[in-house]
């Protein structure tokens, strides 16, 4: 048990949220989560998590995709 407390390990706990929310952004709200999802991102790699490089190109991707078939399924509805 002492060991747990004497050797922390450098969880993923930040860019696993980050790639979640990336993921939701392409679908719903990437105005909202896919910032959120960059914040974590770099929050992520500010604390050097493994999977933090993965984190900011989801979240980015999420937005800017999430975004454009926003944009399409809107123009298809209202145009």
Request: glycine residues 12%; without cysteine.
């Amino acid at each position: 048990m002492s060991d747990m407390q004497s050797n922390p390990q450098s969880g993923n706990t930040f860019s696993i949220v980050a790639i979640v929310l990336g993921g939701i952004a392409f679908i719903l709200f990437p105005i909202f989560l896919g910032p959120a999802a960059i914040i974590l991102a770099v929050v992520a790699k500010n604390k050097k998590e493994k999977l933090a490089n993965v984190a900011l190109t989801v979240g980015i991707l999420g937005t800017v995709i999430g975004m454009i078939l926003g944009a399409i399924i809107g123009a298809s509805f209202f145009g």
